[in-house]
């Protein structure tokens, strides 16, 4: 396989190639990302699992909150913030309690009653809407009542079940979110290891070894133990399973070796088709990104979210690739301004047709609520001229 076709495997498996989804098939097809990060930044006028939801299809955003907190197909874990198949959070959750700090759990459990009482007295509540002294913990300090949250969640008793306006986490009884979660899988032992490294792979789509083993671990979890030498384990026993198989990249001389689901790859091979002309928007915290080294690798280029980069020190804030045929082909970056969509950053790696370029980004500030694209002198006079405009 050239490495044209292996950005082309892995773009189509992860939604970044082809039509847009239809409505009907968005929500399937986004939980089979496995999973999508969660994060509140929305300087560009969305946030970032709401860029990837556009960036893959014409389905409205409400539909994947529908996705998440109503038909709760994927369901928002805690800490880091990910929307997860709903059949895989059980394998996570199993034995997260053993992280906890136990002393801490027995000092916290009257606390955690009364919070679990509320709940089951008033509905889903979050963390403003409990009052309590503040205590050590967080980046500074925590109202106790948000850390007996944090420890219902780690023990099962609650789950996310939703956001307020202001995007802030609403938490409800586990019995009402998803009652399959009180009881551990019955297949758990005999299933585990399979499920860590094919989850891994379900949400990488393709990764070296070492890249795939850091993603198992991460999905074993530092509190089971074992670290990089158990999931170079469990990768080799699901090669022995032919569970998962090789893919050979030839870049000039060089010999580059990923691997894959022999599912995704059969799917791509059935379904293959030339580039299109969409050029899409990838959020930072995208699936795409979430091994920066083989974002290196197949597409040239290192990426680096400087959102929390002293403002002296980036180059941009909320940059995102632009993905096109095949390719990542600049980065850019833009701030919803009231009805406007200004574009503070634009860096172009590889030809991409000005017109098309202009479709993507009055799309995405379409879609964020602008009426027009606006660029400050900053942007080179020919990108400008192209791309600024009201939005059509």
């Not at 089979?32 to 389905?59: F, K, P, V, Y």
């Not at 941009?316 to 850019?332: K, T």
Request: charged share 25%; with cysteine; aromatic share 10%.
């Amino acid at each position: 396989m050239s490495q044209e076709l292996a950005r082309a495997f892995l773009l189509d498996r992860l939604g970044l190639r082809g039509a847009f989804w239809s409505r009907e098939q968005a929500k399937p097809r986004a939980v089979g990302l496995g999973m999508m990060q969660i994060d509140s930044i929305r300087s560009t006028g969305l946030r970032n699992h709401e860029i990837a939801w556009i960036a893959r299809t014409e389905a409205p955003i409400a539909d994947l909150y529908e996705l998440y907190y109503r038909d709760r197909g994927m369901l928002e874990t805690h800490y880091p913030l990910f929307a997860t198949r709903r059949d895989w959070v059980p394998f996570f959750l199993k034995d997260f309690a053993k992280a906890v700090n136990q002393e801490r759990l027995k000092e916290m459990r009257p606390l955690m009653r009364r919070v679990k009482q509320h709940i089951a007295a008033n509905g889903p509540v979050s963390p403003a809407d409990l009052d309590s002294e503040r205590v050590v913990g967080g980046f500074n300090t925590i109202k106790a009542t948000t850390r007996a949250l944090e420890y219902l969640y780690h023990t099962g008793q609650v789950q996310i079940a939703g956001r307020t306006g202001n995007f802030h986490r609403l938490f409800d009884l586990t019995e009402r979110v998803a009652p399959e979660l009180l009881t551990p899988p019955a297949d758990y032992r005999a299933k585990h290891k399979e499920f860590f490294v094919l989850s891994a792979l379900a949400v990488l789509k393709m990764a070296t070894p070492q890249q795939l083993a850091e993603r198992v671990s991460h999905h074993v979890g530092s509190w089971r133990g074992g670290g990089l030498p158990v999931a170079r384990k469990l990768i080799e026993q699901a090669l022995d399973h032919q569970l998962i198989d090789w893919i050979e990249v030839l870049e000039g001389d060089t010999h580059h070796r990923f691997l894959a689901l022999k599912s995704d790859l059969d799917a791509f091979r059935a379904s293959y088709q030339p580039a299109d002309e969409i050029v899409r928007l990838v959020p930072p915290l995208d699936n795409l990104m979430f091994s920066r080294r083989r974002f290196t690798e197949l597409f040239g280029f290192t990426y680096k979210f400087e959102a929390y980069t002293p403002e002296d020190q980036r180059r941009f804030y909320f940059a995102m690739p632009l993905a096109y045929r095949d390719r990542i082909v600049g980065l850019v970056d833009g701030k919803k301004e009231g009805d406007d969509w200004r574009l503070t950053g634009l860096e172009l790696y590889h030809p991409v047709p000005m017109d098309a370029l202009r479709m993507g980004i009055h799309r995405f500030a379409r879609i964020a609520g602008c009426s027009r694209v606006t660029a400050p002198s900053s942007i080179k006079r020919d990108h400008k001229k192209a791309l600024a405009g009201r939005i059509e």
